[in-house]
């Protein structure tokens, strides 16, 4: 529960993490991801032979496509073309990125996968707010277009927010394994969890 001196929305994932309710959901949705992704591609997403992992890396094309957006968005008039083409790479880099992200997230804790879950919703949400922008913008309907376009860049902010606290908090980085839980990381007793399970 949140203290004096914590923020709210560290409150709110906190009260996520501890959150049952959610971990139906984690359950089928972790079955789904195994399944979809056998564990080669997941070892491959993971960036395990990258030596680092390859999500971070990856979720920067999407958001830097979409900032650049939300920059030309301010000139419209001058800058229509250039803004259509952002918004369209943001959502086609949102594919690799939703795959290395759920690949990541089923290396997680369970607290995690929960907080997870809320990421991949807003992650899910500014995905469509932009697709929306995108048809509209195409379909030159410019304002209906900005407007979709800012309603997803609150999205994706919050949901970069819930990324970075699952980056920070859920699992550490080990070489030739990926992610695995932060308990895990230091113990050679117990069998890691990682993209190869």
Do not use: C
């Amino acid at each position: 529960m949140p203290t004096r001196t914590q923020s709210a929305p560290i409150g709110q994932v906190e009260r996520w993490e501890h959150s049952p309710t959610l971990d139906r959901l984690a359950r089928s949705q972790l079955r789904r991801v195994k399944r979809i992704l056998p564990a080669p591609l997941r070892r491959a997403l993971s960036g395990v032979s990258l030596g680092h992992p390859l999500h971070p890396a990856v979720a920067q094309l999407p958001v830097g496509a979409w900032l650049g957006t939300a920059v030309l968005d301010l000139r419209p008039r001058d800058t229509r073309t250039a803004a259509t083409m952002l918004t369209a790479v943001g959502v086609a880099t949102a594919i690799p990125s939703a795959l290395t992200g759920w690949t990541d997230w089923s290396t997680q804790t369970v607290e995690q996968r929960r907080v997870g879950l809320v990421h991949a919703v807003g992650n899910v949400t500014a995905v469509l707010l932009y697709a929306g922008s995108l048809v509209a913008r195409l379909r030159r309907r410019d304002g209906v277009g900005r407007a979709l376009a800012a309603g997803g860049l609150v999205a994706a902010g919050g949901a970069a927010y819930l990324g970075g606290h699952m980056a920070s908090h859920g699992s550490r980085w080990q070489d030739g394994v990926g992610l695995v839980p932060s308990d895990q990381a230091e113990s050679a007793e117990r069998p890691l969890v990682s993209a190869t399970g």
